[in-house]
């Protein structure tokens, strides 16, 4: 069965960085893009990040964009998110996502 296991977040300061990352099974990972969604309190889900199975291409959401990197590495069926300049609003609950399967989430605190 397919399994997504984020890990990664955790409490960093405004200014800070994390690197998020999605270890995918049960699939043949290297086939597919992934993507990242969060989920702030009281919010619906809301879409980050994309990558396309080689990598070749991403795109973000405008709140992220020039901030967050998503990158995958397809000999580890890993999928990354690289967060810089991290800002309180970017508190959430990270998930990765493939098709309409979705990991446990990993919770990302910006705060000081």
């Known amino acids: 069965q397919v399994q997504l296991v984020e890990s990664g977040g955790g409490l960093v300061q405004p200014g800070g960085s994390l690197r998020l990352s999605c270890a995918a099974s049960?699939?043949?990972?290297?086939?597919?893009?992934m993507s990242w969604y969060r989920q702030a309190p009281g919010k619906e889900r809301e879409f980050v990040a994309r990558?396309?199975?080689?990598?070749?291409?991403?795109n973000y959401a405008d709140s992220v964009k020039g901030r967050f990197t998503i990158s995958r590495d397809n000999a580890k069926n890993t999928v990354y998110l690289q967060m810089n300049s991290l800002k309180p609003e970017d508190t959430a609950v990270y998930y990765c996502?493939?098709?309409?399967?979705w990991g446990q989430g990993t919770q990302v605190t910006v705060s000081s």
């Open positions: 996502s493939w098709f309409d399967s």
């Open positions: 990558i396309t199975r080689t990598g070749s291409s991403t």
């Open positions: 049960g699939f043949t990972f290297s086939n597919y893009a």
